[in-house]
């Protein structure tokens, strides 16, 4: 597809249990970002990856969270013993080079702790 | 640091009237800004950006926005809005730290245009 794609689109699990969320950039893009969208709190910055440079993880809340990307293009957010504080929407956004260019959005993941 | 203030969590305004919605960000250095829009169950998509040149800044769907540098502020305005902008609006500013750039979000701020 030509847009940033995320699955699943909506996702429920019980309280401890691991999820992954998965994220496709659009072809070519190098930087992808990862932030968290709670109600009433806006966006939250969890994760930027650029290329083949070491990630900017300084957003991540806890330890229990974790991505990678493999191979420059799929993003992979992992988030273990799930709280049901990590309930929120989390979305994957890309851009060619760096944000200021143009950042493409994923229609986001809704994930609910239960 | 850069962080980014919407003075405004709601904004109820009546079809064909103007809207504004405010944001200021504190910065000590050079920035970029930006507005994105989300529409109901869906992702974010840019509205308009500011990096350089001209203050005044048109986007889409008859959106513009103003960087005044003396106030810190990137205010968003339309002057005539319609049914279909309801939606959730949020200003963003470029920040940059050790060679990692990011888009820092303010909390959002919902229009609602009622007939």
């Known amino acids: 597809g030509a847009g940033v794609s995320q699955s699943p689109s909506n996702k429920v699990t019980e309280k401890g249990k691991d999820v992954e969320l998965r994220c496709d950039p659009i072809?070519?893009?190098?930087?992808l970002y990862w932030y968290r969208q709670s109600l009433g709190q806006g966006l939250e910055f969890l994760i930027y990856?650029?290329?083949?440079?070491?990630?900017?993880k300084s957003g991540l809340p806890s330890d229990r969270f974790s991505a990678e990307r493999t191979g420059g293009s799929v993003s992979t957010l992992t988030i273990q013993r799930t709280q049901q504080e990590d309930s929120a929407v989390y979305l994957c956004?890309?851009?060619?080079?760096?944000?200021?260019?143009?950042?493409?959005f994923g229609q986001g993941t809704r994930l609910t702790v239960v | 640091a850069q962080s980014v203030t919407q003075l405004d969590s709601q904004v109820p305004v009546f079809e064909e009237a103007p809207v504004e919605l405010r944001c200021n960000y504190s910065?000590?250095?050079?920035?970029?800004l930006f507005w994105y829009v989300q529409y109901p169950n869906q992702g974010l998509q840019l509205l308009l950006k500011?990096?350089?040149?001209?203050?005044l800044v048109k986007g889409i769907n008859g959106f513009e926005a103003e960087f005044n540098k003396s106030q810190t502020s990137f205010h968003l305005r339309k002057p005539s809005v319609h049914i279909s902008d309801t939606a959730e609006y949020f200003c963003?500013?470029?920040?940059?730290?050790?060679?990692?750039?990011?888009?820092?979000f303010g909390k959002g701020t919902k229009l609602t245009v009622n007939p």
């Open positions: 956004a890309s851009s060619s080079r760096r944000v200021r260019d143009r950042a493409f």
């Open positions: 072809s070519g893009h190098t930087a």
């Open positions: 990856f650029q290329g083949n440079s070491a990630p900017d």
């Open positions: 910065s000590s250095v050079s920035v970029y």
């Open positions: 500011y990096l350089s040149g001209s203050t």
């Open positions: 963003a500013v470029s920040l940059t730290q050790g060679g990692s750039e990011k888009l820092v």
